[in-house]
């Protein structure tokens, strides 16, 4: 009689489980098609969460009571799981009595022992090392990275993947020069390993390294969907992958963006030394956040809501009445963030606030690292920290058994965190921390910091608001009386100011200039008509973005060297006769390898003044005998005087000129007139 359908059959094994003894021989057990779990168990949270490897054994046969052959035999997978992260394959072993242990060994030998490897362990290596230590000979050829060695003693095998590799030529006794290799390994050792040592002759009594070779001893099975149209003929098809998963992964790749290369802490210092209080309403409710008006110094901030009383720690918010934290805080945002297993307190109640103004932010951090090595591996760590850190901003990172540590400053000088805890004096910058477990050897304790170099405290200091700017007009001269500064000013539209034609700016009137600016007396700047030189202060700050438009007539400029010598208090000069507020001189002095330069011009009145805002600090002035040392004295408002018709320009021979440090003699001054 003919083979039917129902005659094929799946027969279990002798244990459908995934302990090392499952699979076994074939048992007269019927795998029942249709019933669910009738193979595989269902599938847990936590293995949905750290994944699994799930193997069956099986065996297909036909079951008649005739010897009828059955041609063709094959076995197919015709549907994909329908559970995305679900992957399901077939593959054999060939060996209808092994169990899971022997699949396993099938499934991980994608590489097979291979040829000895030109080199041998050095020393004892223990179980859960992830390093091992290579001796071979100088000019040998470095295992690559991401290779695979095999190592063997006895019965204890493992095949080892390269991470890192890294090597030093050193010397040995009686061996002269060997290559030392330390390999950072993918996977820790499952087994003790005894290398050798350089000065042994026989090195094949203890762990053999061998090379591996790609091997591929299992041939896998699946289904994939297709994702174009086929027909008959086509030596190709298009499907979604050609790969299916074997084990669980936790590998993944996230993208990091809008960072920067090193911590980031936050630096802030005192707005004022001085604290603040404030009276708001607040509601304190789980999973809420709570504004501040303005940033608070780390540690500074406390608040009280209706007899509750709370408290900032680092980056934890206390409440005082329960010594529990219940949020956090942003400092830099002034944010405090409530827990949201916290039950809720207050709504729309009264608060007083007391803190710190805070001024800074976020910087890029300062950075040390002090490396653990076996020498030094301890539990605690000194160090000091430069340039000096500000409260709230330094962090310190360790590693224990490969997972990172994170002590944190809470602004007061403690260093806080899950395991361990340190200090920070801030005013000399030392540092100790407690680790709470001896940290990895070949790591380092990483510190992070800020330190407010950049910010200088205006706290309770009167802050200049008037508008300044100074130009030089591309001609270099300036006509007096010609000057004409045009603006706007935001309840008057646009203005303009003019010059006196003696150097002073005048006050603003309205544009065709017969009606003034209320409220503006006094000149609003000076003008340097020799250097073309406009000093523009407005009492009214322009309106923003509101363009300045300055204009001018050049005037005619005579230019000429004028040499004296100490004691002669005047000189004339040969174009005459002078312009009133065009003179300009740049004058340059000498004296003990000491030069000084200052301009000084005439304020249209026939006097010698320096310009607004130069301080003058003067040894000796002009004309006065040498004498040793100096001093500092506050220049008259007047330095000398100049007659127009004449060209002749004095200095004033008294101890209180203008002239900037005059020790022995002058040197030539470059001297600036208007025709």
């Known amino acids: 009689m003919p083979i039917l359908k129902e005659d094929i059959k799946l027969m279990s094994s002798e244990r459908l489980d995934d302990t090392d003894d499952g699979g076994g021989r074939m048992t007269g057990v019927e795998i029942q098609d249709g019933n669910v779990n009738n193979m595989f168990s269902d599938i847990s949270r936590l293995d949905r969460t750290k994944g699994r490897t799930s193997m069956r054994k099986g065996f297909v046969g036909a079951f008649t009571d005739n010897q009828d052959n059955y041609f063709g035999v ?37 590489v097979t022992q291979g040829t000895r490897y030109n080199g041998y362990l050095w020393g004892r290596h223990i179980a859960g090392a992830r390093a091992i230590v290579i001796v071979t000979n100088i000019g040998q050829k470095l295992p690559d990275v991401g290779s695979v060695l095999f190592i063997q003693q006895g019965d204890n095998k493992q095949y080892v993947r390269l991470t890192d590799v890294n090597s030093t030529a050193t010397t040995f006794e009686d061996k002269g020069v060997l290559n030392v290799i330390t390999c950072g390994i993918s996977d820790p050792l499952r087994y003790d390993f005894t290398g050798y040592e350089p000065l042994d002759k026989d090195k094949t009594k203890a762990s053999m390294l061998y090379n591996t070779v790609v091997a591929d001893a299992a041939r896998y099975y699946g289904v994939m969907r297709p994702t174009g149209p086929m027909k008959k003929g086509d030596v190709s098809i298009s499907v979604d992958s050609i790969y299916t998963n074997l084990v669980p992964s936790a590998q993944g790749e996230s993208p990091v963006v809008d960072v920067t290369a090193g911590s ?9 030394n001085e604290e603040i209080t404030l009276s708001t ?44 934290v219940v949020g956090t805080i942003d400092h830099g945002a002034g944010v405090i963030r409530f827990n949201d297993d916290m039950s809720t307190v207050v709504v729309n109640y009264g608060a007083t606030i007391t803190l710190k103004p805070a001024a800074g932010g976020l910087r890029i951090g300062n950075s040390k690292a002090l490396p653990i090595l076996l020498a030094n591996r301890g539990y605690n760590y000194v ?8 409260p709230g901003s330094v962090i310190a990172d360790y590693m224990v058994q490969g997972k990172w540590y994170r ?15 340190g200090s920070v004096n801030y005013a000399t910058g030392a540092v100790v921390i407690t680790c709470g477990a001896l940290p990895d050897a070949g790591t380092a304790v990483l510190f992070g910091w800020g330190a407010p170099i950049e910010y200088v405290a205006r706290g309770g200091k009167d802050l200049a608001t008037d508008f300044a700017i100074e130009h030089t007009v591309d001609d270099g001269t300036i006509e007096p009386g010609s000057l004409e500064i045009k603006y706007y000013l935001s309840a008057y539209g646009e203005v303009i100011s003019k010059d006196d034609g003696n150097g002073n700016i005048l006050p603003p009137k309205h544009t065709d200039y017969t009606v003034d600016v209320p409220g503006i007396t006094g000149n609003i700047g000076t003008v340097i008509y020799g250097k073309g030189i406009v000093r523009f202060n407005p009492t009214i700050t322009p309106s923003a973005g509101s363009i300045i438009t300055i204009e001018s007539k050049s005037a005619a400029t005579t230019t000429e060297e004028i040499t004296v010598t100490s004691g002669n208090n005047s000189f004339v000069l040969s174009q005459i006769p002078v312009k009133p507020g065009s003179l ?23 006097n010698i003044i320096a310009p607004p805002n130069q301080k003058v600090l003067l040894s000796k002035p002009l004309g006065e005998t040498l004498k040793e040392g100096s001093t500092s004295i506050t220049p008259l408002p007047v330095a000398g005087t100049i007659n127009y018709n004449t060209g002749r320009v004095f200095f004033y021979g008294d101890s209180e000129g203008v002239i900037n440090w005059l020790e022995k003699e002058i040197t030539t001054q470059t001297v600036t007139t208007g025709a």
Do not use: W
């Not at 002590?407 to 805890?421: F, I, P």
């Open 264 to 272: 980031v802490p936050s630096s802030f210092i005192p707005g004022d």
């Open 74 to 110: 094959h076995v197919i997978l015709t549907d994909p799981t329908a559970d995305p992260r679900v992957k399901v394959c077939m593959f054999t072993t060939d060996n209808p009595y092994d169990n899971r242990v022997g699949a396993r060994d099938r499934i991980e030998s994608y």
């Open 407 to 421: 002590l944190t400053d809470d602004g007061n000088g403690v260093l806080r965190g899950l395991s361990g805890s």
């Open 584 to 606: 300009s001189m740049q004058m340059d002095f000498t004296g003990h390898g000491h030069t000084e330069s200052i301009t000084i011009v005439d304020d249209g009145h026939g």
């Open 281 to 324: 309403t607040v509601s304190i409710i789980a999973g809420t956040s709570l504004y501040l008006p303005i940033p608070a110094v780390p540690g500074s901030l406390r608040f009280s809501v209706g007899g509750h009383n709370y408290h900032t720690q680092g980056n934890k918010v206390i409440y005082e009445n329960a010594s529990e």
């Open 383 to 390: 160090t000091s920290l430069f340039p000096l850190p500000a």
